[in-house]
């Protein structure tokens, strides 16, 4: 379980500095690199959600 944690807190940690960023002063191509990371990891943080395995199931089929 702590593992689990540990793995949950990073995401959410790289998620916030992604937050952080000031993507006015990044190019175009670079301001959809970040887009498409803060993307990817709210849907990897939403199938790897504990105790939400429906939520998950549910987004993996659409």
């Known amino acids: 379980m702590e593992q689990e944690f540990k793995q949950g807190y990073r995401m959410h940690r790289i998620l916030s500095n992604l937050n952080q ?3 006015d002063r990044l190019d175009d191509a670079d301001r959809e690199r ?10 990897v943080s939403l ?9 998950a199931n549910a987004h993996a089929d659409s």
């Open 21 to 23: 960023l000031d993507v």
């Open 34 to 43: 970040v887009e498409t990371a803060r993307d990817l990891l709210e849907e």
């Open 47 to 55: 199938l790897t959600r504990p105790g939400d395995r429906a939520g």
